[in-house]
C-alpha cells in the first residue's frame, strides 16, 4: 500500500483543515488506517483512527471532540477533519496502514506510512 497525505497548511486558531490519505496498491478497504502527527523536539503520537470498514474510530483524549476521521474506501482516502484549531496542534501529520484494528495506538505496528503534510496553527 503506497498512501499520500495532503491537505496540511497554515490557518488561524479557531480554524479548520481537511487533510486527506489516499491511498494505492493492495486493497485499501483491509486495513485500519491512523494519523499521527509529530511536532519538532517531540515523538511521533498517535492522532485518531478507523477500522476497516469505518465502523469503530478512536481518537486521542486531546483531539476528541474536534477532529473527525472518516474514511471513503470507494476512493481509497481517509480523511481528518481537524476543527477548532490551536497552536499545540501544530506539527507533521501522517497517515499510516496496518491489519490491525487492536494495534491502532502502536505505531511500531504500522507497516505502511505517508509522507506527512504540515500544519501549521496561528495564536
Known amino acids: 500500500v503506497q498512501l499520500q497525505a495532503s491537505g496540511g497548511g497554515f490557518v488561524q486558531a479557531g480554524g479548520s483543515l481537511r487533510l486527506s490519505c489516499a491511498a494505492s496498491?493492495?486493497?485499501?478497504?483491509?486495513?485500519?488506517v491512523g494519523w499521527f502527527r509529530q511536532a519538532p523536539g517531540n515523538e511521533r503520537e498517535f492522532v485518531a483512527a478507523?477500522?476497516?470498514?469505518?465502523?469503530?474510530?478512536d481518537y486521542s483524549d486531546s483531539v476528541k471532540g474536534r477532529f473527525t476521521i472518516s474514511r471513503d474506501n470507494a476512493k481509497n482516502t481517509v480523511y481528518l477533519q481537524m476543527n477548532s484549531l490551536k497552536p499545540e496542534d501544530a506539527a507533521v501529520y501522517y497517515c499510516?496502514?496496518?491489519?490491525?484494528?487492536?494495534?491502532?495506538?502502536?505505531?511500531?505496528?504500522?507497516?505502511?506510512w505517508g509522507q506527512g503534510t504540515q500544519v501549521t496553527v496561528s495564536s
Open positions: 499510516a496502514a496496518q491489519i490491525s484494528w487492536s494495534a491502532r495506538l502502536d505505531r511500531a505496528r504500522y507497516n505502511y
Open positions: 496498491g493492495r486493497t485499501f478497504n483491509d486495513y485500519t
Open positions: 478507523i477500522s476497516w470498514s469505518g465502523g469503530a474510530t
